[in-house]
T-cell receptor, first 113, second 115 residues
């Protein structure tokens, strides 16, 4: 059972435009949400996170939005840069439950110069 | 401050052989997690360890797989009698004792190929 879904396996965006990556989850017990970025042959690198008590968190060019009623979160990157080209994974965590992160299947973002 | 280290980075084994994957957590981190990523999939949790203790192994296959995190030395993920389906990237993550488990820092992974 896939508890975290990223329905778009790939996304291409022109440099300077906005990239929007989406993620849906099924379990309302999840209360902490993260985005990781992964380059080929490297491990995932933490990008940004949000707690369930918030609906938005911003860090520079990166903003994460959380819609708890829809069980949906998104990552906005603006403006997109060629160095942002990578695979982006959303991950969710239940602070009262399992000790691990649940990952989505990833979205490959390509930023075209 | 070195990050999470994993070795080897690439490992090739024939069917039936044993694979040993090593993970050294970040300095000061006492919690280690192992994840597996199959092709075109996300990372799947396998096991969570603290020093000398397995805390949660709910994601670990019941047979052939084992993990340890001794008092001294790296954490080891051991796969006995490997099969082609074990071919995957195995990632280790660590977190500091004082944080929630969500603050995980990942190593570069070991890519296991079973021929």
């Amino acid at each position: 059972d896939q508890q975290v879904k990223q329905n778009s396996p790939s996304l291409s965006v022109q440099e300077g435009r906005i990239s929007i990556l989406n993620c849906d989850y099924t379990n309302s017990m999840f209360d902490y949400f993260l985005w990781y970025k992964k380059y080929p042959a490297e491990g995932p690198t933490f990008l940004i996170s949000i707690s369930s008590i918030k609906d938005k968190n911003e860090d520079g060019r990166f903003t994460v939005f959380l819609n708890k009623s829809a069980k949906h979160l998104s990552l906005h990157i603006v403006p997109s840069q060629p160095g942002d080209s990578a695979v982006y994974f959303c991950a969710v965590y239940d602070q009262t439950g399992a000790n691990n992160l649940f990952f989505g299947t990833g979205t490959r973002l390509t930023v075209i110069p | 401050n070195a990050g999470v280290m994993q070795n080897p980075r690439h490992l090739v084994r024939r069917r039936g052989q044993e694979a040993r994957l090593r993970c050294s957590p970040m300095k000061g981190h006492s919690h280690v997690y192992w994840y597996r990523q199959l092709p075109e999939e996300g990372l799947k949790f396998m096991v969570y360890l603290q020093k000398e203790n397995i805390i949660d192994e709910s994601g670990m296959p019941k047979e052939r797989f084992s993990a340890e995190f001794p008092k001294e030395g790296p954490s080891i993920l051991r796969i006995q009698q490997v099969v082609r389906g074990d071919s995957a990237a195995y990632f280790c993550a660590s977190s500091p004792q004082s944080s929630g488990a969500y603050e995980q820092y990942f190593g570069p992974g070991t890519r296991l190929t079973v021929t």
